[in-house]
T-cell receptor, first 108, second 115 residues
Framework: RKEVEQDPGPFNVPEGATVAFNCTYS??????FFWYRQDCRKEPKLLMS???SGNEDGRFTAQLNRASQYISLLIRDSKLSDSATYLC?????????FGAGTRLTVKP | DVKVTQSSRYLVKRTGEKVFLECVQD?????MFWYRQDPGLGLRLIYF???????EKGDIPEGYSVSREKKERFSLILESASTNQTSMYLC??????????????FGPGTRLTVL
């Protein structure tokens, strides 16, 4: 079983749609959680951290469910510029574990 | 702005060659990392370093070595390149304690092809 698992997609949605990604992790002792965004042929960049209480940044909402060991990312009112691969990242005691990514394409 | 640079964007080498990938960061970060990224597998950690001259193996260190002689520079070495080392190589840096979960800043990547 992979330590961090994501649905690879692709998710193809129209502009304005709401889309949600889930990510599951295997280590119950994981301490911190992140979503990174990676554009085609570019490096990953931090999108947002994920806090236990859930957090929101504009159109993006991240949530953590420790009991079920998953995190989620919700994107509202999708824009063409949201097209990218979204990487779920989980920090274990000494390592950052990256999921393989979920690819999103927003179409006009 | 944090800047992480890598010596080459694209590199083509032959099997058996020794390959050096260089990474430099300008934010005085303690931690530096080397990953490879392959389709469907995500980023896999090869080696990391939390201080000058210190190094720790990641998940897939076989066939690689690293060097950190200066705080800002972290080199990845393929002693004898093989075709299964064809991949995208990403360098990253972060401040603070290794494993502390601080944001990692990535370089643009080096796409290495081994023929």
């Amino acid at each position: 079983r992979k330590e961090v698992e994501q649905d690879p997609g692709p998710f193809n949605v129209p502009e304005g749609a709401t889309v949600a990604f889930n990510c599951t992790y295997s280590n119950s002792a994981s301490q911190s959680f992140f979503w990174y965004r990676q554009d085609c042929r570019k490096e990953p960049k931090l999108l947002m951290s994920v806090y236990s209480s859930g957090n929101e940044d504009g159109r993006f909402t991240a949530q953590l469910n420790r009991a079920s060991q998953y995190i989620s990312l919700l994107i509202r009112d999708s824009k063409l510029s949201d097209s990218a691969t979204y990487l779920c990242v989980v920090n274990d005691l000494n390592d950052m574990r990256f999921g393989a990514g979920t690819r999103l394409t927003v179409k006009p | 702005d944090v800047k992480v640079t890598q010596s080459s964007r694209y590199l083509v080498k032959r099997t058996g060659e020794k390959v050096f990938l260089e990474c430099v960061q300008d934010m005085d970060h303690e931690n530096m990392f080397w990953y490879r990224q392959d389709p469907g597998l995500g980023l896999r950690l090869i080696y990391f370093s939390y201080d000058v001259k210190m190094k720790e193996k990641g998940d897939i260190p076989e066939g690689y070595s690293v060097s950190r002689e200066k705080k800002e520079r972290f080199s990845l070495i393929l002693e004898s390149a093989s075709t299964n080392q064809t991949s995208m190589y990403l360098c990253a840096s972060s401040r603070g304690l290794a494993g502390g979960g601080d944001e990692q800043f990535f370089g643009p990547g080096t796409r290495l092809t081994v023929l």
